[in-house]
């Protein structure tokens, strides 16, 4: 069984930073395929950025040059740094491991104020 539990969000003005944490259990940790996805209020769930057990690494045109996913597999942990962040980038941020099939966290919420 796997669980991912995502920390770090918050409240922060426009063109600050954050970085949010994914904590997960079990031992597929290393092999997966890590991911950051979000939810804006009536808005369907969007991709954010990925990175797979070789550490090749992908994002959405919208969080290009702003947003750095990075893992340590030593603490079965994926982060997004998020930096010059927009308050369009207000949502429910959840993490995603996909390892034949997806398992969610339970999100964190990230608000940007203008």
């Known amino acids: 069984q796997v669980q991912l539990v995502e920390s770090g969000g918050g409240l922060v003005q426009a063109g600050g930073s954050l970085r949010l944490s994914c904590a997960a259990s079990?031992?597929?940790?290393?092999?997966?395929?890590m991911a950051w996805y979000r939810q804006a209020p009536g808005e369907q769930r969007e991709f954010v950025a990925r990175?797979?057990?070789?550490?090749?690494?992908n994002y959405a045109d919208s969080v290009k040059g702003r947003f750095t996913i990075s893992r340590d597999n030593a603490k079965n942990t994926v982060y997004l740094q998020m930096n010059g962040l927009k308050p369009e980038d207000t949502a429910v941020y959840y993490c995603n491991l996909y390892r034949y099939i997806d398992y969610w966290g339970q999100g964190t919420q990230v608000t940007v104020s203008s």
């Open positions: 990175i797979t057990g070789s550490l090749s690494t």
């Open positions: 079990g031992s597929i940790f290393r092999a997966a395929a």
